[in-house]
């Protein structure tokens, strides 16, 4: 029950880390944007329905994706690091 419960909180914490590094890279774009079109009075955006759901089912691959990977590129660098790391020393003694 413990195991279920850390590895939602495992998985949240990556949701976040990636969700926050794509609204620091937004939030730079569109300041970015904003900033160049002063000049301009009356900026209208536009949210089209189907490019939005596109993003949407894009940002959800990408964090599944993510997710897959990243835990287990953490496992293997950990063990190519530390495991050589080890063997290292014991071949020094």
Request: proline share 0%; with cysteine.
């Amino acid at each position: 029950m413990k195991e279920k419960k850390n590895e939602r909180k495992r998985i949240g914490k990556e949701i976040f880390d990636s969700l926050f590094i794509m609204i620091l890279c937004f939030s730079t774009l569109l300041s970015a944007m904003l900033l160049k079109n002063k000049s301009m009075t009356g900026i209208d955006y536009t949210i089209y329905s189907k490019t939005f759901f596109v993003t949407v089912l894009g940002l959800i691959a990408y964090l599944v994706y993510m997710i897959n990977r990243s835990e287990r590129g953490l496992k293997a660098m950990i063990q190519v690091v530390y495991f050589d790391e080890s063997i290292k020393e014991m071949n020094k003694k």
